[in-house]
């Protein structure tokens, strides 16, 4: 099993759809959670942190279930400017392992007039 | 406030010469790391440093190298280039809080690496 799995898409959606990205990791020792952004050939931004069960900012809502090893993100009433790669980022915690991030291969949304 | 700055942007190199990639973090903050990202493939962890230290690397050969300097900025040194070498560098800074815990990575805007 992959260390984070993702959807690779592409997720072509109309402007004002909602939209959700699934995302599963391997190590249940992981202690934080994160999506990103990342237009093409550009760098990664940060979209959302997840520490706990869940997080919400405006159309963005990402929730975390720890026992399935699974995150999600949901994208509502979707933008032209939405349309980007997201990536599901993994922090694996503490150990040998401690500071480096684990990134998905990104999931690509496309999101049409 | 100024984000995290990493230069040249773009860099051509032939097989077997060096490269140095220079990368300056967000102020404050005191780690920085390096990320690998090839043509088609997600971003693959190179190396950490924190207050000067390297904390961790990723499943690369020794000819990638790096440092921290006092003023936490941070260079990447690839020896020996190959040709399967090319892609985008990616440095990102955070804060390091006690107890191991880490905060949110903020990436630069890369240097992209050809090797000819």
């Known amino acids: 099993r992959k260390e984070v799995e993702q959807d690779p898409g592409p997720f072509n959606v109309p402007e004002g759809a909602t939209v959700a990205f699934n995302c599963t990791y391997s190590n249940s020792a992981s202690q934080s959670f994160f999506w990103y952004r990342q237009d093409c050939r550009k760098e990664p931004k940060l979209l959302m942190s997840?520490?706990?069960s869940g997080n919400e900012d405006g159309r963005f809502t990402a929730q975390l279930n720890r026992a399935s090893q699974y995150i999600s993100l949901l994208i509502r009433d979707s933008k032209l400017s939405d349309s980007a790669t997201y990536l599901c980022?993994?922090?694996?915690?503490?150990?040998?392992?401690?500071?480096?991030?684990?990134f998905g291969k990104g999931t690509k949304l496309s999101v049409k007039p | 406030e100024a984000g995290v700055t990493q230069s040249p942007t773009h860099l051509i190199k032939t097989r077997g010469q060096q490269a140095t990639l220079r990368c300056s973090p967000i102020s404050g903050h005191t780690s920085v790391y390096w990320y690998q990202q090839a043509l088609g493939l997600g971003l693959q962890f190179l190396l950490w440093y924190d207050e000067g230290e390297e904390r961790n690397r990723g499943n690369f050969p020794p000819r990638f190298s790096g440092r921290q300097f006092p003023n936490y900025s941070s260079e990447l040194n690839v020896n020996a280039l190959e040709l399967e070498d090319s892609a985008l560098y990616l440095c990102?800074?955070?804060?390091?809080?006690?107890?191991?815990?880490?905060?949110?990575?903020?990436f630069g805007p890369g240097t992209r690496l050809t090797v000819t």
């Open positions: 997840v520490y706990s």
């Open positions: 980022v993994v922090n694996p915690g503490y150990g040998g392992s401690q500071g480096n991030l684990i």
């Open positions: 990102a800074s955070s804060l390091l809080g006690g107890g191991g815990k880490t905060y949110e990575q903020y």
